[in-house]
């Protein structure tokens, strides 16, 4: 177990949809990263967290958005979806996030996303 | 932004066999190589990370090597079980920030 938590654990919904996904961090981790894992895309960075504010931005749709709250847990919000958005969604934590030194990376579970 | 490449994609081998894996990444300025290992539908899991500060690091029958002037790092499994079936991908984090490029995977099967 890595200490963190992702909700929920599946998620099957229809295009057009609209989902969110949910991520607690490890205790006293301020940075949550966001992952999307498919077949065949193998796993792509979305969008990273630190202490509330957005800190860097991968390859994630304009339809996507995330936040950090005061309590530093995160929201992945999914809209307008589609089939190609089908995947799995890990979101990982560490201490700071700050540039240069390296740090250790946790993932979550994952939640998985379903759209028909 | 960061390149990794992850070589092979699959490899087999007989149990108690060694496997290894190759990363090569493009920016000169990396400096944390982290190795992930994923079951299937689980999550990826650091199994062995190794900073530029060292050219090597061992756990147990896990090891990484580091070559920074030719900018790609391994990871050697020896004595495999089964258990160690599984897809491992390498990372090299952006150095502008802390996000990860991921390898490609290699899924390993280890033949019993």
Known sequence: ?116 | GENVEQHPSTLSVQEGDSAVIKCTYSDSASNYFPWYKQELGKRPQLIIDIRSNVGEKKDQRIAVTLNKTAKHFSLHITETQPEDSAVYFCAVPNFGNEKLTFGTGTRLTIIP
């Open chain 1, 1 to 116: 177990d890595s200490g963190v938590t992702q909700t929920p654990k599946h998620l099957i919904t229809a295009t057009g949809q609209r989902v969110t996904l949910r991520c607690s961090p490890r205790s006293g981790d301020l940075s949550v990263y966001w992952y999307q894992q498919s077949l065949d895309q193998g796993l792509q960075f979305l969008i990273q967290y630190y202490n509330g504010e957005e800190r860097a931005k991968g390859n994630i749709l304009e339809r996507f958005s995330a936040q950090q709250f005061p309590d530093l847990h995160s929201e992945l919000n999914l809209s307008s979806l589609e089939l190609g958005d089908s995947a799995l969604y890990f979101c990982a934590s560490s201490v700071d996030g700050v540039a240069g030194i390296g740090e250790t990376q946790y993932f979550g579970p994952g939640t998985r996303l379903l759209v028909l």
